[in-house]
């Protein structure tokens, strides 16, 4: 009988480590690593929007970029890595959308420039015409 109260006794004491060293081994395997990726496309997100002159034509946007690429980095730091993904992704669609409006801006420059040479033309064309 006492072979029995032992074996008793301890299936639950094994079964707790077992348990405790499940916990332990996915605890460790859960943290994550740095989100280099995210942290990388984020960098040349904000370069190319700089080149592409951001900082004229979408400046609030460029610097928001920079700040959430900012808290991204601290994040790592920190050993948060869900946020610094999260902080990360942000920071390069943010830029994305500061290559963007910069886009839009250099098109309508660009839309407006042709009309002026049009109108221009067009006068010009008018004045020949009614030179002769």
């Known amino acids: 009988m006492n072979h029995y109260l032992a074996a008793v006794v301890h299936r639950p004491f094994s079964l707790f480590c077992s348990l405790a060293l499940v916990a332990l081994l996915a605890a460790c395997a ?43 980095e601290e994040a790592v730091i920190a050993e948060a890595m869900v946020e610094a993904d999260w902080l990360a992704q942000q920071a390069r669609i943010t830029a994305e959308l500061a290559m963007a409006r910069t886009e839009s801006a250099r098109a309508t420059e660009v839309n407006r420039d042709m009309r002026r040479a049009a109108e221009a033309l067009e006068t010009e064309m008018q004045r020949q015409g009614d030179q002769q």
């Open 30 to 72: 859960s943290t994550p690593s740095a989100p280099t990726e995210s942290l990388t496309a984020a960098r040349d997100a904000i370069a190319s929007a700089e080149q592409a002159g951001a900082r004229q034509h979408a400046g609030a946007e460029l610097e928001e970029a920079q700040q959430q690429l900012a808290r991204a």
